[in-house]
């Protein structure tokens, strides 16, 4: 590793790191978990998924996923609908106070974002956007 690898993973890891914390810190606001509101953003964008969908995309178990389906149930953010097909197929989507609670979460992603973002041109937004990609893709080999 030189020595620009090892400052360009410091900053990426800081930068994660003071994000990661203004997130918990607007959660806290909705009282949501981290792992509740990538639930939220996933059934936002996957109405209709399964347990399962939700599972394989957070890349944790079943059980897991389960339980995270059940907190937003109880917040009355996620509902499940039983298919009338095969009774034991469930699908989960957002409740209308759980695609206002979505709406909030954009809005103030979008706000950080923006910040973050100003001044950069749209030509290095897309560098950027290009880069995070290949370190996402990467990141997702090494992890699995």
């Known amino acids: 590793m030189t020595a620009i690898d090892f400052t360009i993973e410091r900053l990426v890891l800081k930068a994660g790191n003071v994000l990661k914390n203004i997130r918990i810190g607007d959660l806290e606001k909705s009282r949501l ?9 996933f059934y936002a964008d ?3 998924k399964s347990i ?9 178990s079943h059980q897991a996923a389960r339980k995270l389906v059940d907190k937003l149930k109880d917040k009355t953010i996620l509902e499940s609908v039983i298919s009338k097909k095969d009774r034991r197929s469930t699908s989960i989507s957002l409740t209308s106070y759980g695609q206002e609670i979505c709406t909030t979460l ?10 973050i973002l100003s001044d950069y041109s749209d030509d290095e937004k897309k560098l950027l956007l ?15």
Do not use: C, Y
């Not at 399962?52 to 944790?60: E, P, R």
């Not at 290009?130 to 699995?144: A, G, H, N, P, W």
């Open 46 to 48: 996957n109405g209709g």
């Open 33 to 41: 978990t981290p792992a509740q509101s990538e639930t939220i953003l």
């Open 106 to 115: 954009k809005q103030r992603g979008t706000t950080v974002g923006e910040t």
């Open 52 to 60: 399962k969908d939700l599972a394989i995309h957070l890349k944790v």
């Open 130 to 144: 290009e880069f995070l990609r290949r370190i996402e893709k990467i990141l997702m080999i090494v992890s699995s």
